[in-house]
Nanobody, 115 residues
Framework: QVELTESGGGLVQPGGSMNLSCRVS????????VGWYRQAPGKERELVIR???????HYRDSVEGRFTISRDNARNIVDLQMKSLKPEDTAVYYC?????????WGQGTQVTVSS
């Protein structure tokens, strides 16, 4: 069973920065996509950012230029660096990994952007 364990999250002021980290229990390069989704209260889960093991990236328009994904293939860690945070970034953030049609999820971590 693939396990994804997230860390980070919490409360940050608008304009601030925050890093999330996700440790995957299996080799990152065995997954076609790894990345992050988020779900705000009353809204559907939406893709934030993802990367492929070919080195390509896809960003949600609203986070491009503010959010960055990085992969540590040696340690099987996927990080999400967030800056210039806005109240509308408030959500539960979920790490995910996709392999052969199956998506694996982390437990989710709350990010609240508020003064």
């Amino acid at each position: 069973q693939v396990e994804l364990t997230e860390s980070g999250g919490g409360l940050v002021q608008p304009g601030g920065s925050m890093n999330l980290s996700c440790r995957v229990s299996e080799t990152l390069n065995t997954f076609y996509y790894v990345g992050w989704y988020r779900q705000a209260p009353g809204k559907e889960r939406e893709l934030v950012i993802r990367s492929t093991n070919f080195g390509t990236f896809h960003y949600r328009d609203s986070v491009e230029g503010r959010f960055t994904i990085s992969r540590d293939n040696a340690r099987n860690i996927v990080d999400l660096q967030m800056k210039s945070l806005k109240p509308e970034d408030t959500a539960v953030y979920y790490c995910f990994a996709l392999r052969r049609g199956t998506t694996y999820w982390g437990q989710g971590t709350q990010v609240t952007v508020s003064s």
